[in-house]
């Protein structure tokens, strides 16, 4: 384990990922470990925005959606995040925010089961994710009740009235990394579906819905995809569900004939009938880059690469920042580690707001969490170490004790 910075940087030499750094704009002297909530710009985005904007809008104009295959395009990038997360073609759509998608497939998946009335989650899962499930059983109002569980509570708490079981991969507080594979297992083996949120795993480490046989999946497009702010989310339908795949934003794209303007809805009989308004295509263009910057990598070497920072990362706080209040969240056990880092302390955001002063750019979740994104396709050896270098100095001085950094700002 490195002991210097020099070390940091000899293993940044030797690493096969180094040059994937490049196709990202990350400003001189800046440490961004932010990437599991928003990721930078690749370059090439820049360019493909103004070829959309001036070529294909400016000059065609409407004729994009056939000349520029605008129309194509959820199915077409839905196919790049398929290689992504282990489906398989046809299975994925890009289409509206992952709330959104959400509430789609936990209806589809409601319907399934009409007759089970459980939506089961980890009491600590994503709030919208909570929200979303909450606001599905208010609307209908039809006996379905979100429970919620201690994550080790989980396979026990599946029975014969759970319809589907919703859960992120990765848990956004601590890091902590599900077993895909024997969560659905489990879910099945009481008949109950499988939903998974994949978007603080997808990018960051290799994912294979189709080896899991897993049920539906939902993502979002701008944290390690690295597709912008408010990019486009994503949905996952196993080929075997889609015959059946009834969601309740039955919009026009969905419909099997969607330029035949049918007074009645006719869902199309493939991943199409996720869809529901027309698709925003610049966000879409900037996102079909980001993915291809992953694909570009080998997703074993990123996950390779993610738990040797993420190791680095913790066994750099053990050394340096022993007795400094902090305590970690994130599991030590690789397997069960995801690509972030979360600390605990009780001044957490006065501590990220000192930080960030000083270009070191992670972010703070409630009550009292640090966390620190580690993206593997851009993210250094050396990064780590002037992250830790600089936590250390903000908690053996008390630098974050000054009014401006207890301000809380509207995004935490």
Known sequence: MPTTRADAEALDAADPLAH???????????????????????????????????????EQLIRGWNDAGWIAMPRRIGDKIARLIGAQPGEVIVTDSTSVNLFKVLSASIKLHPHRRVILSERDNFPTDLYIAQGRTHLLDDGHALRLVDADELPAAIDGDTAVVMLT???????????????????????????????HSAGALPVNLTAAQADFAVGCGYKY?????????????????????SQPLSGWLGHASPFAFETEYRPAESIDRALSGTPPILSMSALEVGIESLLAADLQALRAKSLALTELFIHLVDERCADLG??????????????????????????????IARDVIGDFRAPDILRFGLAPLYNRYVDVWDAVEALRDILATRAWDRPQWQRRAAVT
């Open 20 to 58: 994937h750094r490049a196709a990202f704009y990350l400003p001189d002297g800046l440490v961004y470990l932010d990437g599991n909530s928003l990721g930078p710009v690749p370059i090439a985005a820049v360019s493909r925005l103004g070829q959309v904007i001036a070529h294909e809008w400016g």
């Open 326 to 355: 902090l305590r970690l969240l994130t599991p030590r056990d690789p397997a069960q580690r995801g690509s972030q880092v979360s600390l605990a302390h009780p001044e957490g955001y006065a501590v990220m707001q000192a930080l």
């Open 169 to 199: 991969q990765v848990n956004y507080r601590t890091g902590r990394l599900y077993d895909m594979d024997s969560l659905t297992q489990a879910a099945h083996a009481h008949g109950a579906l499988m939903l998974w949120d994949l978007a």
């Open 225 to 245: 995809l690295n597709g912008g702010p408010g990019a486009p989310a994503y949905l996952y339908v196993a080929t075997r569900h889609q015959p059946h795949f």
